[in-house]
C-alpha cells in the first residue's frame, strides 16, 4: 500500500541519516557497495551513533511502546519514494541496506566495548620496555580520545608520565601526541572553520580537564608538558588571555574549580616565562582575583593563586649577576595573605586551611624583602590572637605593646649589610628579653584552646622553621656568591696590569702559592667563613638561642610527648612534624630530641603519626647522616608495620637512602626482599624495583644475598619455603657475573656446615641450583663436595644437584675435561647419597677424596712458572699466591695480570709506588652463621 506524503508520520532520525548516507554513496545497489572513506560518509555515522545513545537512554516502556510493523512499512514506503521504479525489487534491496546498516552499526557497538575493555591492558603498555609498544599504546589513546572514548581521558594522564623518560624518541612522541590532542585542529574540519578565539578555548578547556582531578605526580608532569610547549611556541598570546579570562571568570558559565585550573595553567606557563607573573598589571590580577572577596571565601584558591605567585621566584646564577625578584614587605600582596592567615585561623569549617597556611609562608619567603620581618609579624598578631581566644582580655591589652624578637632577621642583616653595630645587639638581647612573657603566657593558655586551633598554629611554625632553612641555604648563601662574584670581578678589572706580589713575611712563595690552590686565600676563604658562620647559627641560634622559634619549641616538644594532656591526634601529628622540622635547623637540637622522635616512630598508636615520623626521619638521614646512623636499625623495623601505609613510606625512604648511599646495607634489607611475598600489590612491586635498581650498583646484591639468606632461611623469623624461593628467583636473577656465581658456590657450600635443619638444606640447595654455572663454577662446586656430602639423603638436595648436573651438560662448547668431571661428579653424588647422614666424615671423605680437577691444577702450575722463564726455586713467594689454570679458554679474568706481575718480579723491575690492578677485588663476605672456608 502506498502512502501518500501528507499523511507520512515523521521517519525516524536514524532512519533518516541511514538513508542519506545510502542514497548519497552507494554507487552500484546490486552490490550495496559503500565508501566508509568519505568523510561525509564518517560524519553521518558519527551522527547516527549519537542518536543511537541518546535513544538508549530512553526508559524501556517507551521503546516497548513503539510499534513495529508501521514503523516497517514507513521506512520501506519512505525508502522507496525518491525511486522511480516501486517495484518489490527495489524495496528489497531497500531492506537489504538497513540489514548491512543496522549489522554495521551493531558490530560498532561490540568493537567499542571492546575497546573499553583493552584501555587498562594498553595503559599498561606504557610501562613496557619496549620503546614499538609505547609508541603504538600511545597512537591508541591519541585516536580513542579523538574518536570520544569513554575512558580515554585516563589513558591520556597516565601518558603524561612519559614525558620525563630518557628515552628521546618516547619523549618526543609524548610531546606529540598532547599537541595532536589538544592543538591540532587541521584533521577535523569542523573544528578548522571554528575562529582563533574558540580554538583557544577549546584547548584551554581540554587542558583544564586534565589538570582537574590531578595527582601531585601528574601535576608536576603536566608542567613539564607546558615548559615543552612554551619553549617550541605553540603556546600562544590567544589561549593565554582565554586562560586570565577564565581566572577573573569573565567567561560566562565559568565555574569556581574551572577558575582554580586557570590559576594553575598561568602558574604552569610561567615556569617558562615567569613574567607572566612578575608584569605589574597581572600581578595586581592576581591579588585582585585571587587573594580579594573570593580569596577570603575559598582557600583552595588562595593555595594555588600562592604556587602560581612563587613561579615568578627564581634563583639566579653567580655568574649572571642576576638579582633576586623581590617586592617590599609592605606590598599589598603581603597585606592580603596577613589577613586571609589570621581570619582563617579559627575558622574550623575550612578543610584546606593547612595546605593554603603552607604555601603562604612559601611565597612569603620566595618573594618578600626581609622574609624573616615578615613572619616575625605574622607569629606576633598569631600569637596575641591566640591569646585573646582564650578570653584573657586584660592580657592581651597588656601584650599590645611587647615587641617580637627574631634572631634570624638580625643574623641575616649582619650577613648581608656586614656593618651590625654593637647597639643593635643590644637592642636585639633587650627585645629577647620582652618576647619571654608573650611566650610563656600562650605556653601557659594553650591548653585551654581548641586543639584544631593551636594544631593550624604549630604547624605554621614549623613551616617557617622549615623556610628559614632553605632561606639561608639557598637565598642568603647564593646572595653571598653573587656579591663575591661581582667584587672579584671588579678587583680583576683594577688589576689589569700584573703587579709584583708582596710575600708574606716568614713564608716563602711555594707556602703562598700552596694556600691559594688549598683555597685558604680570596674568595673561596671568605666563601668558607660564610658557610661556617650560616651553620653555627642554624645549629645554635635559631632554634637553641634566646628567640621566639626557640622559646616555641618547648611548646612544642611538651605537645609531641604528652599524650595524656594534648591527646587530640590533629595536634601531636602537627607537633611532630614541627619538632622534625626544627631538627632540620639544627644538629644540636636534633642531637637533643632524636631519641623522642624515634620513640614517637616507634610507640605511637596512630599510624598517621608512624608514618609521617619515618619520612622525617629519612630527611634527617640526609641533613645528618652521622648522627642518625645508628637509628637505622629502628627505621627498618617499621617494615614489619600492622599498617600498609607506614611500611610505604618506610619502603620508599630506605629505597631511598640506600640507593643514595646515605645509610649502610646490614642484614635488615632481608625485610625489604620479604615485601616481595606480600599480599599488597604496591608493596611487592615496588620491593621489586628496589632490587632492580639495587643489582646496577656494582656488587651490591652480591654483598647482602648472604644476609638475606641467613634472616630469610630461618626457621622462627623467616618466610615459609614457597615465598622463599620465590625472592631467592627474583634476586639470584639479577647475579650475571661469572666472578660473583664462583663465590656464591663456595660460600653457600660452605654453609652446609652449620646447619642442622633439613628446611635450610633445602633453602641452600635452591640457591644453588638458581645459579648460572659455567666451568669454572662448576669445578668449585666440585671442589665442595665434602660440605654437603652428608645432606644428600635429603630428596630435594639430590633433586637440586642433578638438576645443575644436568644444565651443566648443556653448556654449549664444553671441553671433555669438563665431561669428564660431570661424571666423575655425579658418580660421587650417587655414592654419597647412599651413605645417609649418619656415617662418619672420614667415610664422606673417602669416597670425595681430592677432586680431579684440584689435582690438575696443583701439577699444572709449574707450566704459568716455565711461561714467564723463572723457576720455582728462585721465587718461593709466589707460592702464596698461585695462578688457577683450569682449561685453555678460561673465564679467570685477573690471571694474565698475574703473570705480568711475576715477570717484573723475576726480572728486578721493581717500583716504589704500588701497581694499579686492572679490576677491583671482590669483597669477601661473610655471615654469623657462615663458617670461614
Given at each position: 500500500?502506498?502512502?501518500?506524503?501528507?499523511?507520512?508520520?515523521?521517519?525516524?532520525?536514524?532512519?533518516?541519516?541511514?538513508?542519506?548516507?545510502?542514497?548519497?554513496?552507494?554507487?552500484?545497489?546490486?552490490?550495496?557497495?559503500?565508501?566508509?572513506?568519505?568523510?561525509?560518509?564518517?560524519?553521518?555515522?558519527?551522527?547516527?551513533?549519537?542518536?543511537?545513545?541518546?535513544?538508549?537512554?530512553?526508559?524501556?516502556?517507551?521503546?516497548?511502546?513503539?510499534?513495529?510493523?508501521?514503523?516497517?512499512?514507513?521506512?520501506?514506503?519512505?525508502?522507496?519514494?525518491?525511486?522511480?521504479?516501486?517495484?518489490?525489487?527495489?524495496?528489497?534491496?531497500?531492506?537489504?541496506?538497513?540489514?548491512?546498516?543496522?549489522?554495521?552499526?551493531?558490530?560498532?557497538?561490540?568493537?567499542?566495548?571492546?575497546?573499553?575493555?583493552?584501555?587498562?591492558?594498553?595503559?599498561?603498555?606504557?610501562?613496557?620496555?619496549?620503546?614499538?609498544?609505547?609508541?603504538?599504546?600511545?597512537?591508541?589513546?591519541?585516536?580513542?580520545?579523538?574518536?570520544?572514548?569513554?575512558?580515554?581521558?585516563?589513558?591520556?594522564?597516565?601518558?603524561?608520565?612519559?614525558v620525563w623518560s630518557q628515552e628521546k624518541s618516547i619523549k618526543d612522541s609524548a610531546v606529540s601526541a598532547y599537541k595532536r590532542i589538544y592543538l591540532d585542529f587541521e584533521s577535523d574540519a569542523r573544528l578548522s572553520e571554528m575562529s582563533e578565539k574558540h580554538k583557544a578555548f577549546s584547548v584551554v578547556k581540554s587542558l583544564s580537564e586534565l589538570v582537574m582531578g590531578a595527582t601531585?605526580?601528574?601535576?608536576?608532569?603536566?608542567?613539564?608538558?607546558?615548559?615543552?610547549?612554551?619553549?617550541?611556541?605553540?603556546?600562544?598570546?590567544?589561549?593565554?588571555?582565554?586562560?586570565?579570562?577564565?581566572?577573573?571568570?569573565?567567561?560566562?558559565?565559568?565555574?569556581?574549580?574551572?577558575?582554580?585550573?586557570?590559576?594553575?595553567?598561568?602558574?604552569?606557563?610561567?615556569?617558562?616565562?615567569?613574567?607572566?607573573?612578575?608584569?605589574?598589571?597581572?600581578?595586581?590580577?592576581?591579588?585582585?582575583?585571587?587573594?580579594?572577596?573570593?580569596?577570603?571565601?575559598?582557600?583552595?584558591?588562595?593555595?594555588?593563586?600562592?604556587?602560581?605567585?612563587?613561579?615568578?621566584?627564581?634563583?639566579?646564577?653567580?655568574?649572571?649577576?642576576?638579582?633576586?625578584?623581590?617586592?617590599?614587605?609592605?606590598?599589598?600582596?603581603?597585606?592580603?595573605?596577613?589577613?586571609?592567615?589570621?581570619?582563617?585561623?579559627?575558622?574550623?569549617?575550612?578543610?584546606?586551611?593547612?595546605?593554603?597556611?603552607?604555601?603562604?609562608?612559601?611565597?612569603?619567603?620566595?618573594?618578600?624583602?626581609?622574609?624573616?620581618?615578615?613572619?616575625?609579624?605574622?607569629?606576633?598578631?598569631?600569637?596575641?590572637?591566640?591569646?585573646?581566644?582564650?578570653?584573657?582580655?586584660?592580657?592581651?591589652?597588656?601584650?599590645?605593646?611587647?615587641?617580637?624578637?627574631?634572631?634570624?632577621?638580625?643574623?641575616?642583616?649582619?650577613?648581608?649589610?656586614?656593618?651590625?653595630?654593637?647597639?643593635?645587639?643590644?637592642?636585639?638581647?633587650?627585645?629577647?628579653?620582652?618576647?619571654?612573657?608573650?611566650?610563656?603566657?600562650?605556653?601557659?593558655?594553650?591548653?585551654?584552646?581548641?586543639?584544631?586551633?593551636?594544631?593550624?598554629?604549630?604547624?605554621?611554625?614549623?613551616?617557617?622553621?622549615?623556610?628559614?632553612?632553605?632561606?639561608?641555604?639557598?637565598?642568603?648563601?647564593?646572595?653571598?656568591?653573587?656579591?663575591?662574584?661581582?667584587?672579584?670581578?671588579?678587583?680583576?678589572?683594577?688589576?689589569?696590569?700584573?703587579?709584583?706580589?708582596?710575600?708574606?713575611?716568614?713564608?716563602?712563595?711555594?707556602?703562598?702559592?700552596?694556600?691559594?690552590?688549598?683555597?685558604?686565600?680570596?674568595?673561596?676563604?671568605?666563601?668558607?667563613?660564610?658557610?661556617?658562620?650560616?651553620?653555627?647559627?642554624?645549629?645554635?641560634?635559631?632554634?637553641?638561642?634566646?628567640?621566639?622559634?626557640?622559646?616555641?619549641?618547648?611548646?612544642?616538644?611538651?605537645?609531641?610527648?604528652?599524650?595524656?594532656?594534648?591527646?587530640?591526634?590533629?595536634?601531636?601529628?602537627?607537633?611532630?612534624?614541627?619538632?622534625?622540622?626544627?631538627?632540620?635547623?639544627?644538629?644540636?637540637?636534633?642531637?637533643?630530641?632524636?631519641?623522642?622522635?624515634?620513640?614517637?616512630?616507634?610507640?605511637?598508636?596512630?599510624?598517621v603519626i608512624r608514618a609521617n615520623t619515618i619520612i622525617a626521619l629519612g630527611d634527617l638521614c640526609v641533613r645528618f647522616p652521622n648522627l642518625l646512623d645508628q637509628w637505622s636499625t629502628l627505621m627498618f623495623q617499621r617494615l614489619r608495620d600492622t599498617d600498609v601505609t607506614v611500611k610505604m613510606n618506610t619502603l620508599k625512604v630506605m629505597s631511598r637512602l640506600i640507593l643514595s648511599?646515605?645509610?649502610?646495607?646490614?642484614?635488615?634489607?632481608?625485610?625489604?626482599?620479604?615485601?616481595?611475598?606480600?599480599?599488597?600489590?604496591?608493596?611487592?612491586?615496588?620491593?621489586?624495583?628496589?632490587?632492580?635498581?639495587?643489582?646496577?650498583?656494582?656488587?651490591?646484591?652480591?654483598?647482602?644475598?648472604?644476609?638475606?639468606?641467613?634472616?630469610?632461611?630461618?626457621?622462627?623469623?623467616?618466610?615459609?619455603?614457597?615465598?622463599?624461593?620465590?625472592?631467592?628467583?627474583?634476586?639470584?636473577?639479577?647475579?650475571?657475573?661469572?666472578?660473583?656465581?664462583?663465590?656464591?658456590?663456595?660460600?653457600?657450600?660452605?654453609?652446609?656446615r652449620s646447619t642442622t635443619d633439613d628446611r635450610q638444606w633445602r633453602d641452600l640447595a635452591y640457591c644453588l641450583s638458581l645459579l648460572n654455572y659455567s666451568e669454572r663454577s662448576f669445578l668449585k662446586l666440585h671442589e665442595k663436595l665434602i660440605c654437603f656430602a652428608d645432606k644428600l639423603c635429603c630428596d630435594f638436595v639430590y633433586e637440586c644437584i642433578q638438576t645443575i648436573i644436568?644444565?651443566?651438560?648443556?653448556?654449549?662448547?664444553?671441553?671433555?675435561?669438563?665431561?669428564?668431571?660431570?661424571?666423575?661428579?655425579?658418580?660421587?653424588?650417587?655414592?654419597?647419597?647412599?651413605?645417609?647422614?649418619?656415617?662418619?666424615?672420614?667415610?664422606?671423605?673417602?669416597?670425595?677424596?681430592?677432586?680431579?680437577?684440584?689435582?690438575?691444577?696443583?701439577?699444572?702450575?709449574?707450566?704459568?712458572?716455565?711461561?714467564?722463564?723463572?723457576?720455582?726455586?728462585?721465587?718461593?713467594?709466589?707460592?702464596?699466591?698461585?695462578?688457577?689454570?683450569?682449561?685453555?679458554?678460561?673465564?679467570?679474568?685477573?690471571?694474565?695480570?698475574?703473570?705480568?706481575?711475576?715477570?717484573?718480579?723475576?726480572?728486578?723491575?721493581?717500583?716504589?709506588?704500588?701497581?694499579?690492578?686492572?679490576?677491583?677485588?671482590?669483597?669477601?663476605?661473610?655471615?654469623?652463621?657462615?663458617?670461614?672456608?
Open positions: 500500500m502506498k502512502i501518500d506524503g501528507p499523511q507520512r508520520p515523521p521517519l525516524p532520525e536514524t532512519i533518516a541519516l541511514a538513508k542519506r548516507i545510502f542514497l548519497a554513496n552507494v554507487t552500484n545497489a546490486e552490490k550495496s557497495i559503500l565508501d566508509l572513506g568519505s568523510k561525509a560518509v564518517e560524519r553521518d555515522i558519527e551522527k547516527i551513533a549519537t542518536v543511537l545513545i541518546r535513544s538508549s537512554q530512553q526508559t524501556e516502556e517507551n521503546i516497548e511502546s513503539q510499534s513495529r510493523a508501521p514503523t516497517t512499512t514507513i521506512q520501506v514506503a519512505r525508502l522507496s519514494i525518491d525511486r522511480t521504479d516501486g517495484s518489490a525489487e527495489s524495496i528489497v534491496n531497500d531492506i537489504s541496506r538497513q540489514q548491512i546498516l543496522v549489522k554495521y552499526l551493531s558490530d560498532c557497538i561490540k568493537f567499542t566495548e571492546q575497546i573499553q575493555i583493552a584501555i587498562p591492558l594498553v595503559s599498561d603498555l606504557l610501562l613496557s620496555r619496549n620503546i614499538t609498544d609505547i609508541q603504538e599504546a600511545i597512537e591508541f589513546f591519541v585516536s580513542a580520545y579523538k574518536f570520544g572514548v569513554k575512558d580515554a581521558i585516563f589513558g591520556v594522564r597516565k601518558l603524561i608520565l612519559l601531585l605526580g601528574e601535576l608536576i608532569s603536566i608542567e613539564q608538558l607546558l615548559k615543552e610547549l612554551m619553549d617550541s611556541n605553540e603556546i600562544q598570546q590567544m589561549h593565554i588571555q582565554v586562560l586570565w579570562e577564565r581566572f577573573s571568570m569573565k567567561l560566562t558559565n565559568t565555574t569556581s574549580e574551572e577558575s582554580r585550573a586557570a590559576i594553575q595553567l598561568i602558574g604552569m606557563l610561567s615556569t617558562s616565562n615567569p613574567e607572566l607573573i612578575r608584569s605589574k598589571e597581572n600581578l595586581n590580577a592576581i591579588i585582585t582575583e585571587g587573594l580579594g572577596e573570593r580569596g577570603r571565601k575559598d582557600s583552595r584558591l588562595v593555595s594555588e593563586t600562592c604556587i602560581a605567585l612563587g613561579k615568578a621566584y627564581r634563583l639566579p646564577k653567580t655568574d649572571t649577576c642576576e638579582q633576586f625578584y623581590r617586592l617590599p614587605k609592605d606590598h599589598e600582596l603581603f597585606t592580603h595573605l596577613r589577613t586571609i592567615l589570621l581570619n582563617g585561623l579559627d575558622n574550623l569549617s575550612d578543610n584546606y586551611y593547612d595546605m593554603m597556611s603552607d604555601n603562604i609562608i612559601k611565597v612569603i619567603f620566595q618573594l618578600a624583602e626581609h622574609p624573616d620581618s615578615l613572619s616575625e609579624q605574622f607569629i606576633r598578631e598569631m600569637l596575641l590572637k591566640l591569646i585573646s581566644l582564650t578570653q584573657s582580655e586584660e592580657l592581651t591589652t597588656d601584650m599590645q605593646t611587647v615587641s617580637l624578637d627574631n634572631a634570624n632577621k638580625e643574623n641575616c642583616e649582619q650577613i648581608s649589610n656586614q656593618d651590625i653595630t654593637e647597639a643593635d645587639r643590644q637592642s636585639t638581647v633587650s627585645s629577647q628579653q620582652t618576647t619571654e612573657p608573650l611566650v610563656t603566657q600562650t605556653i601557659r593558655t594553650v591548653r585551654y584552646l581548641n586543639s584544631e586551633i593551636l594544631a593550624r598554629f604549630i604547624s605554621m611554625i614549623g613551616n617557617i622553621a622549615l623556610n628559614v632553612l632553605i632561606h639561608i641555604d639557598l637565598n642568603i648563601l647564593t646572595e653571598l656568591k653573587i656579591r663575591n662574584y661581582i667584587k672579584e670581578e671588579k678587583d680583576k678589572k683594577k688589576d689589569k696590569t700584573p703587579r709584583r706580589r708582596s710575600r708574606t713575611p716568614g713564608k716563602t712563595p711555594g707556602d703562598q702559592n700552596l694556600e691559594e690552590e688549598i683555597g685558604l686565600a680570596g674568595a673561596n676563604a671568605m666563601e668558607d667563613q660564610e658557610q661556617e658562620y650560616l651553620n653555627n647559627m642554624c645549629n645554635n641560634e635559631i632554634v637553641l638561642g634566646n628567640n621566639l622559634l626557640a622559646r616555641l619549641s618547648e611548646l612544642v616538644v611538651n605537645i609531641a610527648q604528652d599524650r595524656v594532656v594534648y591527646s587530640d591526634v590533629k595536634l601531636r601529628t602537627a607537633a611532630s612534624l614541627t619538632l622534625a622540622k626544627y631538627m632540620c635547623l639544627s644538629e644540636n637540637f636534633c642531637r637533643l630530641h632524636i631519641r623522642l622522635l624515634a620513640t614517637i616512630m616507634e610507640k605511637s598508636e596512630e599510624a648511599d646515605m645509610v649502610k646495607v646490614k642484614g635488615q634489607i632481608s625485610e625489604m626482599a620479604a615485601l616481595m611475598v606480600d599480599q599488597n600489590e604496591l608493596l611487592s612491586s615496588h620491593s621489586r624495583l628496589f632490587f632492580t635498581e639495587l643489582g646496577k650498583k656494582q656488587n651490591a646484591v652480591y654483598n647482602v644475598l648472604p644476609d638475606i639468606i641467613s634472616h630469610l632461611s630461618d626457621t622462627e623469623t623467616g618466610l615459609a619455603e614457597e615465598d622463599f624461593r620465590t625472592v631467592m628467583k627474583f634476586i639470584f636473577d639479577l647475579i650475571e657475573k661469572n666472578r660473583q656465581t664462583i663465590c656464591l658456590v663456595e660460600k653457600l657450600c660452605e654453609r652446609f644436568t644444565t651443566t651438560r648443556k653448556i654449549p662448547n664444553i671441553k671433555n675435561e669438563t665431561k669428564q668431571i660431570i661424571d666423575e661428579f655425579e658418580h660421587k653424588v650417587e655414592e654419597c647419597r647412599t651413605k645417609g647422614t649418619n656415617e662418619d666424615d672420614s667415610e664422606f671423605q673417602k669416597v670425595v677424596g681430592t677432586p680431579q680437577s684440584t689435582v690438575k691444577r696443583t701439577a699444572r702450575q709449574p707450566s704459568a712458572n716455565k711461561r714467564t722463564g723463572v723457576s720455582s726455586k728462585k721465587k718461593p713467594q709466589q707460592s702464596k699466591t698461585k695462578r688457577k689454570v683450569v682449561s685453555k679458554g678460561s673465564e679467570e679474568d685477573d690471571t694474565d695480570e698475574e703473570i705480568a706481575t711475576n715477570k717484573r718480579m723475576v726480572s728486578g723491575q721493581r717500583s716504589d709506588r704500588p701497581q694499579r690492578q686492572s679490576r677491583r677485588a671482590l669483597p669477601i663476605i661473610s655471615s654469623d652463621d657462615e663458617s670461614s672456608s
